[in-house]
């Protein structure tokens, strides 16, 4: 029973290009959400999905940032045109249904911009 | 707006001593709360949920409180080790489903 898989890990683009960062949640999972941690700050939320639906994207800057959680196949955050401020930690999690079920994290993707 | 502030920022304690590390929230209306661990360059690794009904839950040398009419949680964690030294997120669970976190305590525990 596989935990919530994010890849890749780390990576790494110059900028100006696009970031694709992938999200598969814990099997029976329905519900992804996305938050973005920056050096010495504190975990952001950034966007709620289920199957199809964007829920809550509230936290979601206005350009760039894009959010999809298709019916077959991981969720993706893709940034595009990224620029330095961008580098960050960023952490999916999943819940099986809305409420008070609590959250499984991935272990994140690291995107650094040079 | 939830907010969610942890105090201390650092800790730093001998090994095997008890420890208390706090957390506050400023909107009562909770569906849980969270413990995390995250080690250095690493992911979340979830500790205790306390659901809003809840007073506390027990895992091990770990044990946390849920006192929601005051909008506060402590972990508490006895016999400390040095294993234990990481950063410890709290994180709440509004009903719109966002969890908002603190900004975390970062522990260090002296061999």
């Known amino acids: 029973n596989a935990g919530v898989m994010q890849n890749p890990r780390h990576l790494v683009r110059r900028r100006g290009q696009e970031a694709r960062l992938r999200c598969s949640p814990m099997k029976g999972h329905s519900h992804v959400y996305w938050y973005r941690q920056l050096p010495e700050e504190g975990l952001k939320f950034m966007v709620y999905?289920?199957?199809?639906?964007?829920?809550?994207e509230s936290g979601m800057p206005k350009e760039r940032f894009s959010a999809e959680f298709p019916k077959e196949g991981p969720s993706i955050l893709r940034i595009q045109q990224v620029v330095r401020g961008d580098s960050a930690a960023y952490f999916c999690?999943?819940?099986?249904?809305?409420?008070?079920?609590?959250?499984?994290f991935g272990s994140g993707t690291r995107l650094t911009v040079v | 707006k939830q907010e969610v502030t942890q105090i201390p920022a650092a800790l730093s304690v001998p090994e095997g001593e008890n420890l208390v590390l706090n957390c506050s929230f400023t909107?009562?209306?909770?569906?849980?709360l969270q413990w995390f661990r995250q080690d250095p360059g690493k992911g979340l690794t979830s500790l205790l949920l306390i659901q809003s009904s809840q007073r506390e839950q027990t895992s091990g040398r770990l044990n946390a409180s849920l006192d929601k009419s005051s909008g506060r949680s402590t972990l508490y964690i006895a016999a400390s080790q040095p294993g234990d030294s990481a950063t410890y997120l709290c994180a709440v669970s509004n009903r719109d489903d966002k969890i908002i976190f603190g900004k975390g305590t970062r522990l260090h525990i002296l061999p």
């Open positions: 999690a999943s819940s099986p249904k809305r409420g008070n079920y609590g959250y499984t």
């Open positions: 999905l289920q199957k199809e639906n964007i829920i809550d």
């Open positions: 909107d009562s209306a909770i569906y849980n």
